[in-house]
């Protein structure tokens, strides 16, 4: 009897500090990735882990994403709150869809992870060599809608080769095969599911970086409709500071990041996910401009240069300003985003 006495007060305890108005107070928030929940994924995953969005009063459902193409879609359509996609497509779509404009309030990756990828059985050395192939991508993966401006600095005829459509699992699977002799994506994606996950010797891969090409372009950020911030000021400032603190734990113990990761995906690899954020880290999360200005933030010049790369390459209408790309008010203060 007193066992059952036990419980049913537990049960009470429990029911009513669900209903308690710190819980009742908690803003919901419906965020969406860019690709599945991996290892460069954890920031994200992190901040929530760790309760950091729960501190701020937000819960955050966190979805994995399909492609950036499909995140911006989805946060435009307001299926989503806030997402984190590819602040390249997303100056595209604002300039094709003036009507429901998107901006990006915290960049994660300060140089974009865009790579083709190939293997030198195909014969495959240098960009050139790509004239007349065929390379396998989903239809919104951002490397195959940039691959314009990397064709153009490289030397390669844009019109030189042909897309072959497929679902982003299919990518490394279908080049390992011959049914296609590349494939566009991010590097430390694909890089991993050829050596990792399909035993591809490292020295069998061919990888063609757009940041090696003289394509200085921002990465992923965080993306919000720009009706959307306007209404919800406080949130998107909760959210980053957050955010920044999952990025800083991320950064300070990447291991224990990961074991967040695999907490929230559990058919995961911790030792290759480990791989996969040790590689975006270093390549494409920190750099001498992140050191000197801190997490989540742009040069305000060096977006300029980017937006006009992006428009000339995409042979764009209009160009957006920078305030129109990137909109850090909301940003935690400078000196909380500098490296430890």
Known sequence: MLMRTS????????????????AAAQT????????Q???????????????????????????????????????????????YGDVNSMIEYNVKNPQ??????????????????????????EPKDLKGVSIGAPAGDAPRRLWPIFARNAGV????????????????????????????????????????????????????????YGIDLYGNGVIVRVDWLKAH???????LAALNVGFKATLKDPKAAIVHVKAAEPLSNEATELKRLQLAISANMINDEVRKQGLLGIDPARMQRAIEQVVT?????????????FN???????AERKLD
Do not use: C, H
């Open 28 to 35: 919901k928030v419906k965020f969406v990735l860019d690709w």
């Open 233 to 239: 000021e406080a949130t998107a400032r909760k959210f």
């Open 157 to 212: 005829p844009a019109d030189s080769v042909s897309w072959t459509n497929m679902a982003p699992p299919l990518r490394e699977p279908a080049l390992v095969k011959g049914d296609v002799k590349a494939i566009s994506g991010f590097y430390f994606t694909g890089f991993l599911n050829l050596t990792e996950n399909l035993k591809v010797p490292e020295s069998e891969v061919v990888a063609f970086n757009y940041s090696d």
């Open 37 to 83: 929940v991996q290892g460069p994924q954890a920031p994200f995953i992190t901040a929530k882990a760790v309760g950091a969005f729960a501190a701020q009063g937000l819960d955050v459902t966190i979805d994995r994403g399909t492609g950036s193409q499909k995140t911006i879609e989805q946060v435009a359509t307001g299926t989503y709150d806030m997402g």
């Open 100 to 125: 429901t404009p998107l901006v990006a309030v915290g960049m994660v990756l300060n140089t974009p992870p865009f790579a083709l990828l190939s293997l030198k059985r195909y014969g495959i050395r």
């Open 313 to 325: 390459s995409f042979e764009l209408g209009s160009k957006p300003t920078v305030a129109q790309v």
């Open 7 to 22: 419980r049913f007060s537990l049960a009470i305890i429990a029911t009513l500090l669900a209903w308690s108005p710190d």
């Open 328 to 334: 850090g008010a909301y940003l935690p203060p400078a």
